[in-house]
């Protein structure tokens, strides 16, 4: 079915299908009302800074559909990235899910599984219907700064293996399930929020590792897959257009070679590696021109507007098909028929079902089992006092979106634990990135103490983080890897050297346990 033009502010009516959304607040606020009543856009992204409560995100999700279906017969896709560990749009009220890598540390696909299920079940019964997970990206670059702990493993069959869990778990419960970053962000040493990346591997390579788990979720028939603004020169000969824009990577390789007809989404446009080269507008344009179906354009409201109507006029002047459009139309329609969609007004007010007893006690299990302890080991002493250093985040971004706007949830620090567990400690917390004044502060509070225990946020790419664990004393230090566990590597002579994979509450539990009874 051909695309119609409204003539309604140069855009089209049809065209705000392909884009999805989001916006800043607890409720549907002017500006996404705008897009969904006259731009028609056919989703909603949910972040930090619109979740309190499930309660409230239920409502919030309903009335976004009700808004939607004052105009059209499409209900929206509804979506957030609930990956796990440091990744948990919603937080409070639900199953704490652990970060990937920590379940192939503890050593279960099926618990994987079952979480997964769990986790998509709870996001269903709140109103979304759609998760922008789970990260099939190989994170074989231990200086990669953006995926890390959200990826499964560090070769391809573990990532394999446990993405494909997750994938399976996700599905039984009923949500639509998105593979991300196509063609592979883990290779990578620069974080894409910031500016493009690039690998440099050939063909083989690539179609060896990193495509193989994307292959893989292609043939258990996931539902959508996620651009990644990297740069592939083994498939696309202009190093400077990434996955996002290319044409050569999402039709050549990925519809046409590796067969896959499903949706695919974009990553965020405003992310640096696209708003500050060709920009957003042109970005929209140009990744459906590549082969995508859903523009994601996540914060700026006039840069959504400005988007639609950049590709309303690209079709106008021809520079981008009606085939083409029609094509991601098409896609996102199927996409919608899914029952998480369809459904919505079945959903009671009041969500239900979350957070059961065997769903707590499993997540405590994994999480139990995948702390890792390196070398050497002793347990604090009860009749020593402990100077704790925290480096926190401390600052919202799209990836670690943490504790310390609106909701107040509990900071990712083991001050509380510590002290419930019996311990007399002080806490000096700083910036994961912190100034070097900071890190001399850090280093005269804690270099006198009896013990000491410094809880790291991938301290092996923050120069001041090692500069401070440096400058402690071995002999009375703990160091706890609050995101990396390669953090380790930076201080083998300390008594105790332990990684949690994620450094919120849940994660922590269990390395306080450790700390204080050495069990």
Not at 49 to 68: D, F, K
Not at 380 to 406: C, I, K, S, Y
Not at 489 to 511: H, I, M, N, S, T
Request: with cysteine.
């Amino acid at each position: 079915m051909a695309v119609q033009n409204s003539g309604q502010g140069g855009g089209n009516r049809e065209i705000g299908q392909l884009f999805m959304v989001g916006f800043d607040g607890l409720e549907p606020d002017a500006a996404i009302e705008r897009l969904i009543r006259e731009r028609h856009v056919g989703g909603v992204i949910l972040f930090r800074r619109n979740v309190h409560t499930p309660g409230q995100v239920a409502t919030l999700c309903r009335r976004l559909q009700e808004i939607n279906a004052e105009v059209s017969d499409e209900p929206l896709l509804i979506a957030l990235d609930q990956e796990g560990g440091m990744v948990m749009r919603i937080e409070q009220g639900v199953t704490p899910m652990p970060a990937p890598m920590a379940f192939q540390a503890a050593g279960s696909s099926a618990d994987c599984r079952a979480l997964h299920r769990i986790s998509g079940d709870e996001m269903r019964r709140i109103g979304v219907n759609m998760l922008l997970a789970p990260v099939l990206d190989v994170n074989n670059n231990r200086s990669n700064p953006v995926i890390g702990v959200r990826a499964f493993g560090e070769d391809a069959a573990t990532v394999i293996e446990y993405g494909g869990a997750a994938i399976d778990g996700l599905r039984q419960a009923g949500v639509i399930v998105t593979a991300k970053h196509f063609p592979g962000h883990g290779d990578t040493a620069v974080d894409s929020h910031h500016a493009m990346a690039l690998v440099a591997h050939d063909q083989q390579r690539l179609r060896d590792v990193e495509l193989a788990p994307f292959r893989a979720a292609i043939a258990q028939g996931v539902d959508a897959i996620m651009t990644a603004h990297v740069a592939f020169p083994a498939f696309e000969p202009d190093a400077g257009v990434p996955a996002t824009l290319s044409h050569a990577v999402l039709t050549g390789l990925l519809r046409e070679e590796m067969g896959y007809d499903g949706v695919i989404i974009s990553d965020c446009l405003e992310m640096g590696a696209i708003a500050d080269s060709i920009g957003v507008e042109a970005g929209a344009v140009g990744t459906l021109r590549a082969g995508a179906d859903i523009v994601l354009i996540s914060h700026t409201e006039a840069r959504q507007h400005a988007a639609i109507d950049a590709v309303a006029a690209a079709l106008a002047a021809g520079a981008l098909s009606a085939q083409r459009i029609d094509e991601a139309l098409a896609r996102v329609r199927r996409l919608k028929q899914a029952a998480a969609v369809r459904g919505w007004r079945e959903l009671p007010a009041a969500p239900a079902g979350l957070m059961a007893p065997q769903a707590l006690a499993l997540a405590a299990d994994v999480q139990r089992r995948a702390l890792k302890i390196e070398g050497p080991y002793r347990p604090l002493d009860r009749a020593l006092p402990v100077a704790l250093v925290t480096f926190e985040v401390r600052d919202r971004t799209e990836v670690d979106e943490v504790a310390n706007g609106r909701n107040k949830e509990a900071r990712s620090s083991m001050l509380d634990a510590l002290r419930a567990a019996g311990f007399d400690v002080t806490e000096h917390a700083l910036s994961a990135q912190p100034t070097s004044a900071d890190a001399d502060r850090a280093i005269a509070f804690a270099r006198d103490a009896a013990q000491i225990v410094v809880q790291t946020y991938n301290a092996m790419l923050v120069a001041e983080q090692q500069r401070v664990l440096g400058a402690l004393p071995a002999d009375r230090l703990w160091v706890v890897a609050g995101r990396l566990p390669y953090d380790l590597d930076l201080v083998p002579g300390a008594q105790g050297r332990l990684a949690a994979f994620g450094c919120r509450p849940p994660a922590l539990a269990p390395v306080v346990e450790r700390l204080t009874s050495g069990a």
